[in-house]
């Protein structure tokens, strides 16, 4: 089989998880906002994610660093500036993330909510200059968006007329913001409640 063909099949995957992660994102923000608004009527609706959350938040960070690479080095898309600067904010989330599930750390969910606000602006931006492409059509696609010769604006896919991979990368670190908001969420309360903490 062609190499297009597994290429497709890892990208409707890809997609298909892209999908489930925003209805958990949606849901995700949704308890969070329900449980600061009335902590006692449901205080058990963010400490149900909280239990495995950053074994979750881990698996997010390998599955989209693993489909990084797989566009990259198997499919052969060259990454652009932007995907680069998306990769610096999600490839330490990894490390971090696994060495916070074997400590059973939660301390990491600050440092990965810093790095998650900074690569989701960067593929917010960029999946911007690529939708605004397709909509509009105001540049030439091909032209290169710095000296490595690769286009920011262009895309390989649009899966179900709107995913494209930053709006996946885009995905993940709202997951992964958000399971991060979720676990300093105790950490806030106690601060609140209690002056001695810092």
């Not at 995700?28 to 009527?41: G, H, N, R, W």
């Not at 990894?94 to 060495?99: D, Y």
């Amino acid at each position: 089989m062609p190499l297009s063909f597994y290429a497709f099949n890892v990208v409707f995957v890809l997609s298909i998880l892209t999908v489930a992660g925003q209805c958990i994102a949606v849901t995700l923000a949704i308890a969070f906002i329900i449980d600061t608004a009335a902590p006692l009527t449901s205080p058990v609706v963010v400490a149900g994610f909280r239990r495995h959350l950053l074994t979750t938040m881990l698996l997010v960070a390998l599955t989209a660093t693993l489909g990084s690479l797989f566009f990259s080095e198997i499919a052969g898309w060259t990454p652009c500036k932007d995907c680069w600067l998306q990769r610096i904010f999600m490839y330490p989330q990894v490390v971090m993330l696994m060495i916070a599930v074997w400590k059973r750390d939660r301390g990491v969910a600050k440092y990965v909510l810093a790095l998650c606000v900074f690569g989701a602006a960067i593929a917010a931006f960029h999946y911007a200059i690529q939708m605004q492409n397709l909509i509009a059509s105001p540049t030439n696609p091909a032209t290169p968006c710095d000296a490595s010769g690769v286009s920011c604006v262009k895309t390989p896919f649009v899966e179900f007329g709107y995913i494209t991979i930053p709006l996946m990368s885009f995905t993940a670190f709202c997951l992964n913001g958000l399971g991060s908001l979720c676990l300093l969420r105790p950490a806030l309360e106690r601060r609140g409640t209690d002056p001695s903490i810092v």
